[in-house]
């Protein structure tokens, strides 16, 4: 099990930084890094914060040693809290509970942020439960996403979100976001599916169809309204098409 300073160490020489510019980074001398590096010294405990945001991890990342990427945990985590049925009162706290505990665990996962992002806005408009301050966590959440993400369709999914719950109050920011939102000429399934093959053919063409069906479900929650029975057919749908026990097992493609 690597110590506290073997992991300063690799995550300094990973990101090609000298000792000294991390010292310098950390308000401390070289040798007091150096020392952490041998192990013949540790390093404060509210430097542990500040180490960890400067190489991008999390602090469980500097003190434990599970064998598992950040992104495997806060993926564990999104799965256990996914287990609490969020269509009763009890469910849907538990589950803000267990990804609100995670995003304090794990501050930087743009996953976490949009997940509770729109767990909130749920509570807020389908659920109407009293979310005191959850409106200006969403638009938090959200900004952050659209900045720090790498990840198109989180940003995307940021953007949507952002432009809901900024209605009626800052149409200025709908409009600079929905600006830089793709056009629905071409969507990326649309096109890509047609370089796959086999079942993978299948996924691009789920991944189309899931497209087009969340696109269709938007225009008409803005034509009437959304509404629990219009939710309750888009999800069945969805769910339908997305059991693989049902695809065809053959390749398809190979005589067109």
Same mark, same amino acid.
């Given at each position: 099990m690597m110590k506290i300073g073997q992991k300063i160490k690799y995550f300094r020489e990973k990101m090609g930084v000298t000792q000294g510019h991390l010292a310098e980074i950390l308000n401390v001398s070289t040798q007091a890094v150096s020392k952490w590096e041998t192990s013949s010294a540790y390093p404060d405990i509210t430097l542990?914060?500040?180490?960890?945001?400067?190489?991008?991890?999390?602090?469980?990342?500097?003190?434990? =040693?599970?064998?598992?990427?950040?992104?495997?945990?806060?993926?564990?985590?999104?799965?256990?809290?996914?287990?609490? =049925?969020?269509?009763?009162?009890?469910?849907?706290f538990a589950r803000v509970a267990a990804l609100e505990d995670a995003l304090e665990r794990y501050p930087r996962s743009c996953r976490l942020m949009l997940e509770l992002a729109y767990l909130y806005s749920a509570g807020i408009g389908e659920l109407g439960f009293e979310m005191q301050g959850r409106r200006e966590k969403i638009i938090e959440y959200c900004e952050r996403v659209c900045e720090k993400s790498d990840v198109l369709r989180e940003k995307y999914d940021a953007m949507t979100l952002l432009c809901y719950t900024y209605s009626g109050t800052d149409n200025e920011r709908i409009i600079e976001l929905a600006k830089q939102m793709p056009e629905i000429y071409q969507s990326r399934p649309a096109l890509v599916y047609h370089g796959y093959e086999g079942e993978k053919k299948y996924e691009g063409m789920y991944d189309y169809f899931s497209e087009l069906l969340d696109t269709s479900h938007s225009i008409l929650c803005?034509?009437?309204?959304?509404?629990?029975?219009?939710?309750?057919?888009?999800?069945?749908?969805?769910?339908?098409?997305?059991?693989?026990?049902?695809?065809?097992?053959?390749?398809?493609?190979?005589?067109?």
């Open positions: 542990l914060p500040i180490i960890a945001e400067y190489f991008n991890v999390s602090c469980d990342a500097l003190l434990t =040693d599970s064998g598992k990427t950040e992104k495997e945990i806060v993926e564990g985590l999104l799965a256990e809290a996914e287990r609490q =049925d969020v269509t009763t009162k009890s469910g849907y803005c034509l009437i309204g959304g509404n629990r029975e219009l939710d309750e057919m888009y999800r069945k749908i969805k769910d339908f098409a997305s059991n693989r026990e049902m695809w065809p097992d053959r390749q398809i493609g190979a005589g067109e």
